[in-house]
């Protein structure tokens, strides 16, 4: 009888699963884990990783459609269903993570939630996890310690990147790019999506466990990622491949106007 009531949630997203190596699935054993120790069963989590179900932009649809009942979608997945997301490209909005928290974590995420539960159907936003920190910019022509440095970059072709740190260890970019300059300059959480009608289907206690496991998978995913950061997967490993630039107070200021 127990088994027959138990609640399949199918987890669908686009990273390996080592908890230990991406901030993503970090986040997503970590609300596994809790929602099927705290509920005692009655609700399994299988975990589909690495788009095994689709693409992360046909993620967001099945959530629609409760084909899967929870993913966690990228700026760019979720923008051809909810355009105003690219309010979070602002670049230079934040100096350091610390203000990122604050700020998803406060009246604006509510807002940005229900701003996207009001225009996507059938969605249910749990939180924004981090995928990784703030964006940094690598090349493959030289150092770019000021504006002027950007001349000549990425006109025909494409001579560089942007990605969070941690990506850009994982994807062994200092094998073809020499330059990397910490601009910080970007900051693009993940949307944890739930499909609605699933969320509906869960007796208050259900529903109170899945909040405070997002609330969990939400603060794994920014400590994995500062100690990714921080460990020989980040910053300090590609510091012996690549040559690492910080901008100046003043050059970020040139950026950011």
């Known amino acids: 009888s127990a088994f027959a009531d138990t609640k399949i949630l199918k987890f669908a997203q686009d990273n390996k699963t080592d908890p230990f190596e991406n901030p993503a699935h970090a986040c997503?054993?970590?609300?596994?884990n809790i929602v099927e120790a705290d509920t005692n069963g009655s609700?399994?989590?299988e975990v589909y990783p690495s788009n095994q179900l689709g693409s992360a932009a046909e993620h967001v649809q099945f959530i629609q459609d409760n084909?899967?009942?929870a993913?966690?979608?990228?700026t760019g997945a979720i923008s051809s269903y909810y355009p105003r997301i690219d309010v979070l490209n602002l670049a230079f909005a934040f100096d350091h993570n610390a203000a990122t928290y604050e700020v998803f974590?406060?009246?604006f995420g509510t807002a940005l939630a229900a701003d996207i539960e009001a225009t996507i159907p059938n969605s249910k936003v749990l939180g924004f996890p981090d995928t990784g920190g703030f964006f940094a910019i690598t090349n493959s022509k030289r150092p770019i310690e000021n504006l002027e440095?950007?001349?000549?970059?990425q006109t025909g072709v494409i001579d560089g990147q942007m990605n969070p740190v941690p990506i850009i260890s994982f994807a062994n970019f200092s094998e073809v790019q020499d330059y990397?300059?910490?601009t910080n300059h970007l900051f693009s959480p993940y949307t944890f999506m739930m499909s609605k009608s699933f969320w509906d289907s869960l007796s208050e206690d259900e529903q109170r466990v899945v909040n405070y496991a997002a609330e969990s998978c939400v603060t794994a995913s920014r400590g994995l990622s500062r100690i990714i950061e921080a460990s020989d997967r980040g910053l300090a490993g590609l510091m012996d491949k690549i040559e690492v630039t910080a901008l100046s107070a003043e050059a970020r200021e040139e950026f950011k106007a």
């Open 28 to 32: 997503t054993a970590v609300f596994a």
């Open 43 to 45: 609700i399994k989590v």
């Open 67 to 69: 084909v899967v009942q």
């Open 71 to 74: 993913t966690l979608t990228s």
């Open 105 to 107: 974590d406060g009246p």
């Open 149 to 153: 440095d950007f001349e000549g970059i």
């Open 180 to 182: 990397m300059t910490l």
